[in-house]
């Protein structure tokens, strides 16, 4: 079983909608949770990290973690032709690693 | 700031040849992550050095390994390179790596080296 699935998508939305983005993981220890966005042909930048369960927001992004059900999500709102890439859900325990999902591509239609 | 930086950008080798790859880390950061990241799927972590040393290892044979510099630059080495080796070979660079269990800050990631295997 890997330690984190993705929903594989793609998802094509048109510009203004909401994009929500899944994931589950496996191994319950203490760990942060990530997300990561990669455009095409670049390396991934970290949009946001959070540890506990709830909610966390960075402008028009939202990322929830719920640990009972071992599921972690990302909105974006008012999404943008530019928000246009794949987006990789991420997990890092005590250790050292990032152990990622598979990614999923979103395409924001103007 | 440049960032996290890697050479080559691109990269053909043929079957059982040996490759280096090569990255510079974020100013102010002493640890080095190398992930290999098959087309379509998430990068998957290869190793981390931290004060010149192999610190973790994931799943990858012998034929990956690695090195770091006193000035945390790092490469990464991989002998009798097969097909499935082909991929794109990202570097991130954190700091905080005497803190464990820390978040060990973000992890900065460059734009990764193309390797085709041919």
């Known amino acids: 079983q890997k330690e984190v699935e993705q929903d594989p998508g793609p998802l094509s939305v048109p510009e203004g909608a909401i994009v929500s983005l899944n994931c589950t993981y496996s191994n319950s220890a203490f760990q942060y949770f990530m997300w990561y966005r990669q455009y095409s042909r670049k390396g991934p930048e970290l949009l946001m990290y959070?540890?506990?369960?709830g909610n966390k927001e960075d402008g028009r992004f939202t990322a929830q973690v719920d640990k009972s059900s071992k599921y972690i999500s990302l909105f974006i709102r008012d999404s943008q032709p530019s928000d246009s890439a794949t987006y990789l859900c991420a997990k890092k325990r005590n250790d050292y690693k990032l152990s990622f999902g598979a990614g999923t591509t979103v395409t924001v239609r103007a | 700031d440049a960032g996290v930086t890697q050479s080559p950008t691109h990269l053909i080798k043929t079957r059982g040849q040996q490759v280096t790859l090569r990255c510079s880390p974020k100013?102010?950061?002493?640890?080095v992550s190398w992930y290999q990241q098959a087309l379509g799927q998430g990068p998957q972590f290869i190793f981390q050095?931290?004060?010149?040393?192999?610190?973790q290892r994931g799943n990858f044979p012998d034929r990956f390994s690695g090195h770091q510099f006193p000035n945390y630059s790092s490469e990464l080495n991989v002998n009798a390179l097969l097909l499935g080796d082909s991929a794109l070979y990202l570097c991130?660079?954190?700091?905080?790596?005497?803190?464990?269990?820390?978040?060990?800050?973000?992890?900065?990631f460059g734009q990764g080296t193309r390797l085709t295997v041919v």
């Open positions: 100013s102010g950061h002493d640890t």
């Open positions: 991130a660079s954190s700091s905080g790596g005497r803190r464990e269990g820390h978040l060990n800050t973000e992890a900065f």
């Open positions: 050095y931290y004060e010149e040393e192999e610190r």
């Open positions: 959070t540890y506990s369960s």
